[in-house]
């Protein structure tokens, strides 16, 4: 039976099979039943991190009296759901964020900062994920938003439906307003030239973003 630590880009953490690419923190989240309580997160430090720590260190999904590993499909979905990338294993990354969010709002933060602009945006005080309305050909590529009922994730031209286990064939973007899941600070680091690591299932290997919105374009 699968634990429910698998996190969705509308924000609801959920129990699924499927394995994803990046893992993450929020703080301890489970009991010592190993199911989660109703908290969602215990500090505002929400992090993306590699499945496997350049130091080695692991300790299990949920063990008794440590943060919880949360799972994610790639990193657009963590970066939905409010993540940034961790300091310390993605090191790289973190450092290529930070200089987007310079390059997005003309400071260049440290990770606390960061931090508390992200939980401004990304869920209310009810644990709920902030939303809001933007037209969907003005989205940056990497960015979900719900489309006739589903999630999608904005890549080219083209919005790619998303499941736990991958996304599915892509559609046309629509150019009417949509309901976006991606909270704003990250939407404009995204704009300002930050590429996540996509799922396989986006159109190819785990390689980087950039090649792969280049190929989805004509």
């Given at each position: 039976m699968p634990?429910?630590?698998?996190?969705?880009?509308?924000?609801?953490i959920v129990a699924n099979p499927a394995r994803g690419l990046f893992t993450?923190?929020?703080g301890i989240l489970h009991g010592p039943d190993r199911t989660l309580g109703p908290r969602r997160w215990t500090h505002p430090h929400w992090i993306t991190c590699a499945l496997t720590h350049p130091r080695g260190l692991y300790h299990g999904p949920m063990p008794d009296r440590r943060w919880t590993a949360l799972f994610f499909l790639d990193e657009a979905v963590a970066l939905a759901a409010g993540h940034r990338p961790c300091a310390e294993c993605r090191r790289v990354a973190y450092t290529r964020f930070r200089t987007a969010w310079s390059l997005a709002f003309g400071t260049r933060p440290r990770a606390p900062e960061i931090d508390a602009s992200l939980h401004q945006a990304r869920v209310t005080r009810a644990r709920a994920q902030l939303r809001h309305q933007a037209p969907a050909r003005d989205l940056p590529d990497g960015s979900f938003l719900l489309w006739q009922g589903r999630v999608h994730l904005v890549l080219g031209d083209s919005l790619l439906p998303f499941s736990p286990a991958g996304y599915g064939a892509p559609l046309d973007r629509p150019t009417a307003p949509v309901t976006v899941l991606t909270p704003r600070p990250t939407l404009a680091v995204?704009?300002?030239?930050?590429?996540?690591?996509?799922h396989p299932s986006a159109g190819a290997g785990p390689e980087s973003f950039q090649n792969l919105a280049a190929r989805s374009r004509p």
């Open positions: 634990l429910r630590n698998r996190v969705l880009p509308t924000g609801e993450g923190n929020r995204l704009t300002a030239g930050y590429r996540p690591v996509l």
